[in-house]
């Protein structure tokens, strides 16, 4: 098999696409005195169900455990929902997923269901296919999202987008295409969809904790799945099968979990950083070329920063967050705000249960909000693109584990212009000539 080598600290190689570099957000942070709703943010609505509606169909690409819960999501989310068609590189996944779907009384059709590398294109093709469900490893993102969007179809797609920034910018001009259409993009950046953080940032936008002047964002947890490999499993089939521990399939921790933090302090802030510097390190882990922590400095500008960490260590203190620091009081940024001597100023109030005591959860997990807001804004024709805002965060997690595996100070003009491809020239079954190194920070980098 041709291929080329996996080098993921090749990062610095001109490109000829530096007219996208420094797309961000535009500050939203005012300190208006009342507070904005939702519709001047741009957030989307927090709804019971979606709404009745012409049928919608939808196909799943990536039947593993994800993606068999994001299509079970999407039935819950609202009526007249269905899932009419799968796809999967493994037969096994598409046969559990079309079992489990059969309680949902979702019977799908042997000649809908795709095996194979190109079985997405397959499914995307099916005119009775309206919304195309994203949940595969994210290496492959990029070119599901366009074959999507070329065949007008509305998508939701599983975070991170992309592992590299080839394929940001891949989905950067294919949200544009969408845009074009009027084709719904929904992210699975769910904490943007889940109530509290909704309302607690609508809390920072008017002003509650002053001018942001530092944030911390942290994920830290036990080591996750792997698979050990198997009697005739090929190299290709083996790594797609234990695609969470390389990096070339899922970009590594930073970006498969940690995005969620860096997602929200990103919207908190109302804009990416303009450089990371950091470290990490791996020791504990047994399968894979990932690293088993990280600790980035993400320069936000004007003196304001934020420390971001993330590690999958057993037996290790462990808690999931983030903190928002302001001249007049801080944040959570989930459900409380307090004044800078620590008195609470506000705070999110909860559903309460039949005794009347605050259940500490909304009515509606957010896994199940963001497919009522696609489909929301599908019937509704309020419409919804989701998909640049997470690709820039998405990059972000990109330099902070760039900046870590190199030891360098990485800037966003440089990550974004880079010319970084993760993985081989052509995807296939059979042996693959390709090196996992762990990287080394202070090494040179190596270009192939």
């Not at 950091?278 to 920063?305: A, E, L, M, P």
Request: proline share 5%; hydrophobic share 35%; with cysteine.
């Amino acid at each position: 098999m041709s291929s080329k080598n996996i080098d993921r600290r090749k990062f610095l190689e001109s490109t000829a696409f530096a007219g996208m570099a420094g797309l961000a957000a535009g500050a939203l942070l005012t300190s208006c005195k009342k507070t904005p709703d939702n519709k001047e943010l741009g957030l989307p609505p927090i709804l019971n169900g979606a709404p009745k509606g012409r049928k919608l169909r939808a196909g799943l690409i990536g039947a593993g455990n994800r993606g068999t819960g994001a299509a079970i999501n999407f039935l819950s989310c609202g009526p007249d929902l269905e899932i009419i068609a799968l796809a999967d590189v493994f037969q096994d996944k598409v046969d559990g997923c079309r079992q489990r779907l059969e309680k949902y009384k979702m019977n799908i059709p042997a000649e809908n269901c795709f095996v194979g590398f190109d079985g997405y294109k397959k499914l995307i093709a099916l005119q009775d296919v309206d919304v195309v469900l994203l949940a595969t490893p994210p290496q492959f993102r990029p070119d599901h999202f366009l074959e999507a969007v070329q065949n007008k179809k509305h998508v939701f797609m599983e975070k991170p987008v992309a592992v590299d920034p080839v394929g940001i910018r891949s989905v950067i001009a294919t949200a544009k295409k969408a845009e074009a259409l009027g084709l719904c993009v929904v992210t699975g950046t769910q904490r943007r969809h889940q109530e509290d953080y909704i309302e607690t940032y609508k809390q920072i936008a008017g002003g509650a904790i002053g001018q942001i002047v530092s944030a911390k964002a942290y994920w830290n947890q036990a080591h996750v799945w792997f698979r050990t490999r198997e009697e005739g499993w090929s190299d290709m089939e083996y790594m797609i099968r234990n695609w969470n521990n390389f990096c070339w399939l899922c970009g590594d921790h930073i970006l498969d979990t940690h995005v969620h933090n860096i997602d929200v302090i990103n919207w908190f802030m109302g804009k990416h950083p303009v450089s990371a510097i950091g470290y990490g390190g791996r020791v504990r882990r047994v399968t894979g070329d990932q690293y088993d922590f990280f600790s980035i400095d993400f320069d936000y500008g004007n003196g304001v920063s934020s420390h971001s960490m993330c590690r999958q260590i057993d037996s290790c203190a462990n808690g999931t967050g983030e903190i928002i620091m302001g001249t007049k009081g801080y944040t959570n940024c989930r459900n409380t705000v307090w004044n800078l001597d620590g008195s609470v100023k506000w705070s999110f109030e909860y559903p309460k249960d039949q005794n009347g005591n605050p259940m500490n959860q909304i009515k509606i997990p957010p896994y199940v909000q963001e497919h009522i807001h696609l489909v929301h804004a599908i019937r509704k024709n309020e419409y919804v693109n989701e998909a640049e805002q997470t690709a820039l965060s998405t990059l972000t997690a990109i330099m902070g584990r760039t900046a870590a595996y190199t030891g360098k100070l990485v800037t966003w003009d440089e990550i974004f212009k880079s010319n970084m491809d993760l993985g081989p020239e052509k995807i296939e079954f059979g042996p693959v000539n390709m090196q996992f190194d762990v990287p080394l920070p202070g090494t040179p980098i190596t270009n192939v």
